[in-house]
RNA sequence: CGGGGCGUAGCGCAGUCCGGUUAGCGCACCUGUUUUGGGAACAGGGGGUCGCAGGUUCGAAUCCUGCCGCCCCGACCA
């Protein structure tokens, strides 16, 4: 009533907005392009790094961190890496404010100018290979395994909250290796440990695949790819891992003594993911009553709603479910609103996206039994007090797992074939969601369709089977299918 | 940067065309009463430099000039 979400079908964009706003996951700030991530926003996105830093550090990575600024002379070190954000650096020009003389508030001191500009970073290659150039010497100093968490700055024309913000929160690994093989490796543990998060946390399926060139990461030699489909049938690039040869090992002249004592450029990976995920979250699972988020980053997973309010009888179970619960590791919140009706509550869980909802009454303690919601199909049913911790926790596994298995379906009914280019425009136009057709490999043809169609090579997937065909524009043969999707 | 739209209470809006008592409505908020198993009702109450700066006028949210900001759609991009 009061809080009505546009639907998905009136304006998918409207709506995710709604969402955002709605579930109170972001505002609007003071500054163009920035949000603000209010406590809910930034719990989703504190249980997507926790979980990330976990398995960064199984797999032998260290957290460390690096300058916010980047002097300009660094960013152009690279070429093709400063071709590619150039477009969109933030810049530090003077350390100073001063008082305007006329009394109108502060003025940019002009005798505080720097010697050379900074550069808000957009992302941290050059400041940390700078860095690395001193800390590598011999391959007993290889492989270094570093990841750090920060925040970067893309100065974008348009932006959407967490899909495309001017500042957005992320991790960068950057890693630097003995071999090519060794750093291609690399690079290819990360994308399956992107994957693995994106399918087994966030239920988000998502094709494993590599850029094409056109795509790639500026100052990358290959760049690894996982792709999501939103609801609207676009597809949505969730994680990037980079290998990026010697590039930056020759643009910054890093070393290294091999066992033979003679001197060799390192092997270098980058790789990131950002608050954008959440963005990707949101339009994976919710549905026009709200967020739906899966169980395992719900801030809170289970609400207890004493109905119709807090009772002495009520809380005392619901204080020993949610102890029970806790002992199990599930997060729970107990409404004590006396004041706010169970309807009202019941909407607002289902808007801000709880999995599990256990409603108390007088009614169901009389029967030993509480009502139990689930978030992800809104069913209802009655279970017995004896054993609800472990059947709740067994819902919530349930509800994951129907969480990707529906997005998973979902995505596998919008990924078609096209063979010739009318079949595969209409597809594009009409349908959405990924199209499957052969590419001969090279940029023209790439380019071309997303002249003709806005639709953009997501990536070559890595299951790719050989089957001889023809490119839809050159008609020049080609052995393998590539996924093409408008993107966000 | 192109196109469109909007700035009036925390949010959403009316009022502006055609200037005129004390700027209004819904939601939210505070107090009270009655309620309470899917978004309660009633009563009372608090909250506004009407985006900013000039100008016209006896009088400006309203007319004029300039500026600023934001949102949406495109091109660019994680």
């Not at 024309?157 to 913000?165: A, D, G, S």
């Not at 910054?252 to 990131?272: C, R």
């Amino acid at each position: 009533m009061a809080k009505e979400i546009t639907s998905r079908e009136e304006d998918y964009s409207k709506w995710y907005l709604d969402i955002v706003r709605k579930a109170g996951l972001a505002d609007n700030s003071a500054v163009r392009g920035c949000m603000v991530i209010k406590p809910t926003g930034y719990a989703i996105w504190e249980n997507m790094r926790d979980q990330l830093d976990k398995m960064f550090k199984e797999t032998g990575h260290v957290n460390a961190y690096f300058p916010l600024f980047i002097p300009k002379s660094f960013l152009s070190k690279e070429a093709d890496h400063v071709e590619g954000f150039a477009k969109e650096c933030a810049v530090v020009t003077h350390h100073r404010l001063m008082n305007n003389p006329d009394g109108s508030g502060v003025v940019v001191d002009p005798s505080a100018k720097l010697e050379e500009e900074l550069i808000v970073r957009p992302t941290s290659e050059t400041i940390i290979w700078n860095t690395y150039k001193d800390w590598i010497n011999s391959y007993r100093d290889l492989p270094l395994l570093i990841n750090q968490w920060a925040n970067v700055v893309r100065w974008e024309m348009r932006t959407r909250p967490f899909l495309r913000t001017a500042e957005f929160l992320w991790q960068e690994g950057h890693t630097a290796h003995a071999t090519s093989q060794e750093a291609i490796e690399e690079s290819q543990l990360i994308h399956e440990v992107y994957a693995r998060f994106a399918e087994d946390y966030m239920a988000m399926p998502v094709i494993k695949g590599a850029k094409s060139a056109n795509e790639r990461f500026a100052g990358a030699v290959e760049t690894y790819t996982i792709e999501a489909l939103m609801q609207d049938g676009k597809a949505l690039q969730a994680g990037t891992s980079h290998f990026l040869g010697q590039n930056f090992a020759k643009a910054f002249d890093v070393k290294y003594l091999n066992s033979a004592n003679k001197e060799e450029y390192v092997w270098a990976t980058s790789w990131g993911v950002s608050t954008r995920l959440v963005g990707g979250l949101i339009m994976t699972h919710s549905d026009d009553e709200g967020l739906v988020l899966p169980p395992k980053l719900a801030p809170t997973q289970v609400v207890i709603v004493p109905i119709p309010k807090p009772s002495p009888e009520i809380m005392e179970v619901a204080a020993k479910i949610k102890k029970e619960l806790n002992a199990h590791g599930v997060s729970v919140k107990i409404d004590e609103d006396a004041k706010k009706r169970p309807g009202f509550k019941f909407a607002e869980y289902e808007m801000k996206g709880v999995p599990v909802r256990i409603g108390i009454g007088k009614r169901d303690l009389e029967k030993n039994q509480v009502e139990v919601a689930r978030r992800d199909t809104k069913t209802k049913e009655s279970h017995s007090l004896d054993g609800i911790a472990t059947h709740v926790v067994e819902l919530l596994d349930v509800i994951q797992s129907n969480l990707f298995n529906k997005a998973k379906q979902f995505r596998d009914d919008m990924t078609s074939e096209a063979n010739d280019f009318k079949t595969f425009e209409e597809l594009i136009n009409d349908k959405g969601g990924f199209v499957s057709a052969h590419w001969d490999g090279t940029v023209e043809s790439e380019l071309k369709i997303k002249e003709l169609t806005k639709a953009t090579l997501r990536c070559i997937p890595n299951d790719a089977v050989e089957e001889s065909g023809k490119d839809l524009i050159s008609g020049a043969p080609s052995s393998k299918r590539v996924l093409f999707a408008k993107a966000y």
